[in-house]
């Protein structure tokens, strides 16, 4: 079995050449599908799709079509997946931070009711970091400076709403100390700041932070997960740095329409599993510091409904409100 990958702007045409996988149902798949990444190409996301849409599509024995539709934090994207025919041929990625944006309200649909879970595909921590010359070298050591120096320290994300911003304020909240944030577009504009002291801490994933880490040219404090991580193997986690029970994740994973017979997101999800297995897609993952995952529906609707509950919780003690 082979596949063709025919690049358009935007749009990324994967072509399964035989009928492959185990036949669930001889009417499935009835034509291409759509995969549908809510946000710009080039981005994390879309390249987790790229990465895997060539698996599904050898798979299932048909194109799958990338549909690039960026436009309100993904929420666009999100909705037409929400909107379309529950028969299989329509699946949306999505990451931790639109579990925030559903909790809260934005969009026009209901996330959890509209959208039913594959599969959580990858996971990768993020890494705590700060500006070099910060008087303090260890989150101990911040946790004193911010409560000796009240209205002193501040902290770049990448927006309100964003788990950068999120994961943030749970660990303010988890030490009972005060910083203020200062948002930017995205953590590429946030991070000349950082550089240069005018934002003193921050977080976001290890595959964004990884390379400044290593040249030194930020320091890094912890590793969000309980584990730590091969890519940074001295790197404390927030646990082990005094932040009891912390966890942190920048999750990617597939959704699809909610009413979509479950032998087909079964389906799905058991070529989602063969597709990371893959050498050349896992090579891909573990160089950034990700791990794959590959979950049951049942078991990402687990993991869901866990983080609707932590981010729940802190939006409502930080008193978050939507853009």
Not at 8 to 33: E, H
Not at 215 to 236: C, F, Q, V
Not at 310 to 317: E, F, L, P
Request: proline letters at 8%; hydrophobic letters at 45%.
């Amino acid at each position: 079995m082979q596949f063709r990958l025919t690049p358009l702007p935007g749009i990324l045409l994967i072509a399964g050449m035989a009928g492959g996988g185990t036949g669930l149902a001889q009417d499935y798949p009835a034509r291409p599908l759509r995969f549908i990444v809510p946000f710009v190409p080039g981005g994390g996301l879309d390249i987790t799709a790229r990465l895997i849409a060539p698996g599904l599509a050898q798979s299932l024995g048909k194109q799958v079509v990338i549909d690039n539709r960026p436009g309100a934090g993904g929420a666009i994207g999100l909705e037409m997946a929400a909107r379309a025919t529950p028969d299989g041929h329509t699946f949306v990625m999505v990451s931790a931070s639109h579990v925030i944006q559903a909790v809260l309200g934005m969009g026009n649909f209901d996330f959890f009711r509209d959208l039913a879970p594959v599969s959580e595909v990858i996971a990768t921590p993020y890494v705590f970091v700060a500006y070099p010359n910060l008087p303090a070298r260890s989150i101990k050591e911040l946790v004193a400076y911010a409560k000796s120096n009240p209205g002193k320290l501040n902290y770049g994300s990448a927006g309100n709403g964003t788990l950068q911003h999120l994961s943030m304020e749970l660990f303010l909240q988890a030490m009972n100390i005060q910083a203020l944030q200062v948002p930017y577009k995205g953590v590429a504009a946030a991070l000349p700041d950082l550089f240069s002291g005018r934002t003193h801490i921050m977080m976001s994933s290890l595959s964004a932070l990884a390379p400044q880490v290593r040249a030194k040219t930020l320091m890094a404090l912890a590793i969000t997960t309980r584990e730590r991580n091969p890519a940074l193997p001295d790197l404390p986690t927030m646990i082990e740095a005094s932040v009891p029970g912390y966890d942190v994740t920048q999750w990617q994973g597939m959704l699809i329409t909610s009413g979509t017979p479950a032998a087909i997101t079964a389906r799905l999800q058991r070529d989602i599993a063969r597709t990371v297995k893959q050498p050349e897609v896992a090579a891909h993952f573990a160089s950034d510091g990700s791990t794959a995952v590959a979950s049951t529906p049942a078991e990402f609707k687990i993991a869901l409904d866990s983080e609707r509950k932590k981010w729940g919780a802190v939006i409502k003690r930080a008193g978050i409100k939507p853009n």
